[in-house]
C-alpha cells in the first residue's frame, strides 16, 4: 500500500495550492482519508479530514474556511484545496487512510494521528511573505 502526495511548492502569501495524494496497492474508496502537516521543530498536527462517504469533512480551526478536502473515488486520490496560504501554513503536509471500511466516528476521533493506519511520505509547502 502507499500513499503519494504531489502538487507542493513554494509559494507567496495569499496564493492557492492544491495537494494530491494518490492511493496504490488497494482501494480508499470506503475508508476516512485525512490530511496532516509538521512544521519544523513542532508536532505533525492535524489539518482536514473527510468520512468514508465523502459526506462529512473535518477542519483545524487554523484552516477552516481557507482549506477544502475532498476525494475522487474513481482516481483513489484526495485532495487538499488550500487558498489564502499564509506563512504559517509552511509545512511537510501528508496524507493518511484508516485500514477500516465504512466506519464513523466522533469528530474528535477524525483529528487523532492514531485513528490512521497508512501515511505518505508528504509534500513540502512553503509559503514567503
Known amino acids: 500500500v502507499q500513499l503519494v502526495e504531489s502538487g507542493g511548492g513554494q509559494v507567496q502569501v495569499g496564493d492557492s495550492l492544491r495537494l494530491a495524494c494518490a492511493a496504490s496497492?488497494?482501494?480508499?474508496?470506503?475508508?476516512?482519508m485525512g490530511w496532516f502537516r509538521q512544521a519544523p521543530g513542532k508536532e505533525r498536527e492535524f489539518v482536514a479530514a473527510?468520512?468514508?462517504?465523502?459526506?462529512?469533512?473535518f477542519y483545524a480551526d487554523s484552516v477552516k474556511g481557507r482549506f477544502t478536502i475532498s476525494r475522487d473515488d474513481a482516481k483513489n486520490t484526495v485532495y487538499l484545496q488550500m487558498n489564502s496560504l499564509k506563512p504559517e501554513d509552511t509545512a511537510v503536509y501528508s496524507c493518511?487512510?484508516?485500514?477500516?471500511?465504512?466506519?464513523?466516528?466522533?469528530?474528535?476521533?477524525?483529528?487523532?494521528?492514531?485513528?490512521?493506519?497508512?501515511w505518505g511520505q508528504g509534500t513540502q509547502v512553503t509559503v514567503s511573505s
Open positions: 473527510i468520512s468514508w462517504s465523502g459526506g462529512s469533512t
Open positions: 493518511a487512510a484508516d485500514e477500516r471500511r465504512r466506519t464513523t466516528y466522533t469528530e474528535s476521533a477524525y483529528k487523532a494521528k492514531f485513528l490512521y493506519d497508512f
Open positions: 496497492g488497494r482501494t480508499f474508496s470506503n475508508n476516512v
